[in-house]
């Protein structure tokens, strides 16, 4: 028993011929299948990050403010921590600068948050107001500019600014007067 020889000459051309056009489209058949599998994990991958952002919370003080209930560090954060309960997004850290002034370059804590960001560990930074980020319009401007690049979005809880001029010009605004009454 084994192989059976054609001898048919075009009739057995066309058989094998059949049984190629079949086999491709077998395999075709299975390469689409995998290619709808794949686009339903990449969709619900998508989805999923959609749903679940990964937040960092980000609260910061100067010595003149440290008592006050809403400006305490804890008071912040738990005005943030409401703030990405209502939204669904996931805690990935809380970073709370103790008497730093908003205008210094070089805070410790942001700069964790700007370094994270950097190696892609959260989507969405949460602080109270824009003050609480920054009391220089120009750092405001660079650390923001420094997230967006690296995909990171900025919300706060007390301010909408929508991705707009509009908005822009809003949240300029209110650093440029943030830095006036520091």
Known sequence: GGRRQCSGGAICGAYVEGVKAAA?????????LFSVEEQKRAEIDRWWKLMSKRAVLYARVSGDDANNSTSSLNGQLDMCRARVAERGYIVVAELAENEVSGARLDAPELGRALDMARAGQFDVLVARELDRLSRSLAKQLLVEEELRRAGVTVEYVLGEYPDTPEGNLNKNIKAGVAEYER
Do not use: L, N
């Open 24 to 32: 491709e489209s077998m395999d075709s058949a299975a390469g689409v």
